[in-house]
């Protein structure tokens, strides 16, 4: 389909207020076609997270940087964000506006699921910003059941905040969450080889990494936190968009299924040429 | 002393499907083993229980027969004992971890458990069965996570039935204790091997590995000086 058509088709459903089928087309378009102006004016008032509007401003302001009213958007943007870090920095409109040597900045990629970037303010330890998120996310609920789910989220967070809950680092939470099927890989090995490792070497030692691997995979696909991975193999930034934690996970499974698949593999083996002992007499 | 109900509600999930699972599984082994010959029920159990000899020896089935054991019962009793107590002491612990690392450290603290007697009774050509060590795992677990929860428990004073609701502390302790004589026994050679108090002791002490299972809100709880 022709960009022109999809972008009717996009401030169409932008007008009538379809803002995620709108979102959804006009973010396709901008995949396709980043220096797209008018996409990009249109999405600034589609996404949802105050960064994606910012970033969206700014590549409008690097395609076009006569634009007066996406100007005077991204100023009032700014402001807000200032409002909310509490910082009393001057703004630069004209720096701001303008990334550095006027190149054209097409990321961070812009958050596609508003809910996955509430639950990843939240993840960060940001409880207010998660919490004002959902806010606004209730507010736009299409259904009963959404908006039910999402008011859940806000009295859970309040909850959190009254609790004085302590804020994990989510590295730790990974770090710690690698051990799970790990530890259980290694006892079921010491099980698998008579307790002593060194007399009976087994291949299935290799499958400690492989599992401990897939664990970790596991872990980061849970806890939404920045990391290298989301950069250097999905070529996002933040923390890894719907589609790159699924695949993520469904690598874990298969790494940590694999090497217990094999040791029951090697279970069964042993089970074949097993000769049954007779019944002992008890005491 | 017969521990009968946690009465606290969930605070992550709805429904504790893998406790649910692992009940239903184990009955379902339970009566595959009722359907069984009287002349292959040895063979049956030798194949898929936990002996130290053949452990130490690697012979026979191994980790396989390690999981396999967890789910196979002696008895009646045996098994509705066991499911009771999965219920009452598995669905929180479930609620804190999630379910798939609830299944990881299910079968962790009863591996470890078995690891405990076949180091204890390393000479032993009797088959270990039974969910009881990862239930005294989840036991550990559930002392650890909901130290003020309460259980609501079966008590004859005298020989009137009365149904509590005791400290989860005080109920755990008292099964703990429960064990720890005969296991003592059975070091010095003076106890029947009928059941595993070593088992139940090891998979008590992998309890400590719980807070490498949980989610990540009830790990910040566990810290935050509040209930998990």
């Known amino acids: ?63 076009n940087p006569g634009n007066e009213k996406v100007k005077a958007y991204l100023v009032m943007l700014l402001q807000q964000k200032a409002t909310i870090e509490e910082s009393a920095h001057v703004i630069d409109v004209q720096k701001l506006a303008m990334p550095a040597g006027g190149q054209f900045d097409a990321g961070p990629r812009l958050s596609r699921d508003p809910l996955w970037e509430a639950e990843r303010l939240e993840h960060e330890g940001k409880f207010e910003e998660a919490k004002r998120a959902y806010e606004i996310l209730a507010a736009k609920a299409k259904s009963s059941s959404q908006f039910d789910h999402i008011y859940r989220q806000i009295v859970r967070l309040e909850g959190l905040q009254q609790e004085k809950i302590r804020f994990v680092a989510p590295a730790l939470s990974i770090r710690r969450m690698t051990f799970t099927w790990s530890l259980l890989y290694l006892s079921l090995l010491f099980v698998q080889v008579g307790l002593n490792p060194f007399a009976h070497f087994s291949f299935l030692w290799i499958g400690l990494p492989v599992v401990g691997l897939g664990s970790f995979l596991l872990a980061l696909s849970e806890v939404r936190t920045r990391h290298v991975i989301w950069e250097k193999i999905f070529l996002e930034e933040g923390s890894g968009s719907h589609f790159a934690r699924t695949v993520l996970m469904v690598a874990g499974w298969v790494f940590v299924i694999l090497p217990f698949a094999l040791m029951i593999l090697n279970s069964l083996a042993r089970l074949q040429h097993f000769q049954i002992p007779p019944e002992p007499f008890f005491r | 002393m017969l521990p009968l109900n946690d009465t606290e509600p969930n605070r ?35 194949k898929y229980g936990v002996t130290p000899t053949l452990i130490l020896g690697v012979e026979g089935g191994g980790a396989l027969s390690n999981v396999t054991a967890m789910f196979l019962h002696g008895g009646l009793l045996h098994l509705l004992g066991n499911m009771l107590a999965l219920w009452v002491f598995g669905r929180r612990v479930e609620d804190a971890c999630g379910p798939w690392r609830f299944v990881s450290f299910y079968l962790f603290a009863g591996t470890i458990a078995h690891v405990f007697y076949i180091l204890v009774q390393h000479d032993s050509p009797i088959p270990g069965i039974g969910a009881s060590g ?44 429960l064990q720890v004589i005969p296991a003592i026994r059975i070091l010095s050679g003076a106890e029947d091997y009928s059941v595993n108090h070593w088992a139940h002791l090891g998979g008590f002490f992998t309890a400590i590995f719980i807070l490498l299972f949980l989610r990540p809100e009830a790990y910040a709880r566990y810290f935050s000086d509040t209930a998990v």
């Open chain 1, 1 to 63: 389909m022709q960009s022109n058509e999809l972008l009717r088709r996009g401030v169409e459903a932008a007008r009538v207020g379809r803002r995620t089928e709108a979102r959804e087309i006009l973010l396709r378009i901008v995949d396709e076609e980043p220096r797209n102006e008018m996409a990009w004016v249109w999405l600034t008032g589609l996404v949802d997270g105050l960064e994606d509007k910012i970033i969206a401003c700014e590549n409008v302001l690097t395609i």
């Open chain 2, 12 to 46: 992550y999930s709805y429904f504790p499907i893998v406790t649910v699972l692992l009940i239903l599984v184990n009955c379902f082994v339970y009566l595959l083993e009722l359907t069984l010959g009287r002349d292959d029920f040895w063979p049956f159990i030798m």
């Open chain 2, 134 to 177: 990862a239930i005294f795992g989840l036991m550990g677990a559930y002392m650890l996570l909901y130290p003020g929860g309460r259980i609501r428990t079966l008590v004859f004073v005298s020989i009137v039935p009365t149904w509590p609701r005791i400290r989860a502390i005080w109920v755990v302790l008292y099964f703990f204790v």
